[in-house]
Nanobody, 129 residues
């Protein structure tokens, strides 16, 4: 199994920054095996949306609306996942979730929640004008 616990959400004014963290653990999660971890968000009344992902070798993918503003990263031990969010906008208000694909598998070509098996409980990000 893989366990994920997010932290770092909060309220910020438009144009501000926040950094989300996600602690990754579990018997099946091995930093030396292929893996895919990422961040998703769910805005009120909308479906869960992919935001960004990273694989074991550091390859990243972002949705267009956050490119240049958000940065995904991991610590050297690969047990923490981060999301640095700059120049936040009202539309970024959402519950943010970190997620992991099946350990041993690389990221799927389709960036979809379908291919992520393990999820954190979420952390709320609220951006106000």
């Amino acid at each position: 199994q893989v366990q994920l616990v997010e932290s770092g959400g909060g309220s910020v004014q438009s144009g501000g920054s926040l950094r989300l963290s996600c602690a990754i653990s579990g018997s099946r999660y091995k930093a030396y095996n292929p893996y895919c971890v990422g961040w998703f968000r769910q805005r009120t009344g909308r479906e869960r949306e992919a935001v960004t992902r990273i694989d074991r070798d550091g390859y990243t993918r972002y949705i267009d609306s956050v490119k240049g503003r958000f940065t995904i990263s991991q610590d050297d031990a690969k047990t923490s996942l981060y999301l640095q969010m700059n120049n936040l906008k009202d539309d970024d208000t959402a519950m943010y979730f970190c997620a992991s694909g099946e350990p041993g598998l690389w990221c799927h070509e389709r960036f979809s929640a379908t291919y992520f098996s393990y999820w954190g409980q979420g952390t709320q990000v609220t951006v106000s004008t």
